[in-house]
């Protein structure tokens, strides 16, 4: 690594105007469109990726990260504040999050969430610079068999985040699998549970209507419920925010958190195919598991929302890594950043380190202003955004109604899609109710169809013999982890029911 043209780099792009301003537009757009459900980070790069054609390469490029790091953490603000991930990549954010918030910390669960973000995107950042070419032939490696067994992985995630009942968290993991099958089969084009004139679930039940009626719609039907019965209170911000950052005792207290979630974030987001939506889901279960108090995760605690939000962002950093090193997008965003490259000329690739090597170098410092640029944005906004929790709870329910079926609509400008979202809400409010969770429907939704096509794949690679799959030692490494999660995450489950019913015991020999 030329150590000096890396220096040189990184002050040509944070000494040069326009590439500040463009990169904070960016991110300041990023936590706006990130904020409203449905208006994922993925759109709001597409939606600006025109402004950007008149541009040289690296201010366009840094306004393009800007939204992207922007994004991903502004959707925890919605997500912590209203129960609606305003991004796939927040919906375990919410976990931790919305808790935090009806216990009356809306700034600190903002405040934590902002900080983790940026720091693991710097970790994500970081690990770009310096080993990106050896992660990205890592990921090189993986085939379906790996994909396969990655999704494995990240499906023994589901009794970590299964809540009070391993039963219920299964029944719903089940359900969440069914909805996967509706559809037109991923390898042969067979329709499953419809016939071909139902256009509208051709590809299945599309993903963000469902997320956004699980959580957001379902909230508001429970909160007008709770408004017939008048047993509704009225949250007001009380928190007063001296600092917009955490204070020390809480960095200490979330430091291993985030260092392992940026690295988490960072590992899944180099494989392509894979993103945040699975990474922040592993990085819950690894940091629960990891808990001497694991009973207090999902209650809102500042170490669920820093998991959750340092591999959200972690994951940019790694998702650039195929792009630059193999010009392979690591998600959907990258994707569009390809596009951005080609369009000027430039095909990122294993010669990208050899023919442009200074504007590598020039990504690598854009990524990392665009990651302070987002705490800039975040620090600016963590005071207004925690009193919408004071706005009247009769205003504030037909406001989130209004924008989430927009964001619902916005996806594929489909009504059905509203129909989906108005359905899966009320599904989300009887769970609800009847304390099904909802984390391990989304969890399935996300990885159901990663499974299946790559078993397939595997299985008409290897035709028809499975046991193949242990000549991969990634493979086996992923399933040996997926095991003892499960094991280890049963164990848990059943210490935290102990303490619970020795707790209950307890207080009902005082009374």
């Known amino acids: 690594m030329d150590f000096n043209l890396l220096i040189s780099s990184y002050s040509a792009v944070f000494t040069n105007v326009q590439v500040l301003l463009m990169t904070l537009l960016g991110a300041f ?23 950007s054609f008149g541009m040289d390469l690296i201010p366009s490029i840094g306004l393009l990260l800007g939204i992207y790091c922007g994004g991903m953490y502004g959707g925890s603000i919605s997500a912590i504040l209203i ?27 903002l405040s934590i969430a902002m900080f983790s973000s940026f720091c693991g995107g710097v970790i994500g950042a970081l690990v770009m610079t310096f080993l990106s070419p050896l992660i990205a032939d890592m990921a090189m490696n993986f085939g379906p068999g790996e994909m396969f ?27 969440g699998m069914l909805l996967c099958t509706v559809g037109l089969d991923p390898t042969n084009g067979i329709p499953r549970f419809i016939t071909y004139s139902q256009t509208s679930l051709l590809e299945g039940f599309q993903f963000i209507p469902t997320l956004i009626g699980l959580f957001a719609i379902a909230e508001v039907i429970a909160g007008v419920e709770r408004i017939i019965k008048g047993s509704e209170k009225q949250e007001t911000s009380h928190e007063k925010i001296t600092n917009v950052l955490p204070d020390l005792a809480t960095i200490k207290k979330i430091w291993p958190n985030i260092l392992s979630g940026g690295l988490i974030g960072t590992f899944i987001g180099a494989i392509p195919g894979a993103g945040g939506d699975i990474a922040v889901f592993v990085s819950y279960g690894a940091s629960k598991s990891a808990s001497k108090h694991p009973e207090l995760y999902g209650t809102g605690i500042p170490q669920g ?61 854009a990524l990392m202003l665009a990651n302070l640029c987002m705490l800039i944005v975040g ?63 989304l969890l399935t ?21 499975f046991f193949a799959i242990t000549t991969s030692p990634i493979a086996m490494g992923f399933l040996l982890v997926a095991v003892a999660v499960i094991l280890f995450s049963i164990y848990n489950q059943n210490k935290i029911n102990k303490r619970q019913a020795a707790a209950k015991a307890a207080e009902n020999a005082q009374e």
């Open 29 to 51: 757009g990023g936590v706006l469109l990130g904020a409203i459900p449905g208006m994922t980070a993925t759109m709001g790069v597409a939606l600006l990726i025109p402004f």
């Open 83 to 109: 129960h609606a991930p305003g991004t796939p990549s927040a919906a375990a954010t919410l976990l931790d999050g919305f808790p935090m918030t009806q216990k009356g910390e809306a700034g600190r669960a």
């Open 149 to 175: 067994m990655l999704a494995v992985f990240g499906l023994s995630v589901i009794i970590a985040i299964s809540g009070k009942s391993i039963i219920k968290g299964m029944m719903s993991a089940f359900f």
């Open 305 to 365: 929302v820093a998991a959750t939000e340092s591999a959200n962002n972690g994951c940019s950093g790694g998702a650039m890594i195929p792009l630059l090193s193999l010009g392979v997008p690591g998600d959907a965003v990258t994707a569009i950043l390809l596009g951005a490259f080609i369009m000027k000329g430039i095909q990122p690739g294993p010669m990208m380190y050899i023919s442009e090597l200074p504007t590598v170098y020039s990504v690598f410092a």
């Open 379 to 441: 620090c600016g906004g963590v005071r207004f955004f925690a009193k919408i929790v004071s706005v009247e709870k009769k205003m504030l329910y037909p406001i989130i109604l209004v924008v989430s079926l927009l964001g619902a609509y916005s996806i594929n400008k489909n009504v059905f899609d509203v129909g989906v979202c108005v359905a899966f809400g009320v599904i989300g409010w009887l769970m609800n109710k009847y304390e099904f969770p909802l984390s391990p429907i």
């Open 445 to 465: 939704l996300i990885l159901g169809p990663m499974c299946e096509k790559n078993f397939v794949r595997f299985m008409n690679i290897q035709k028809g013999n």
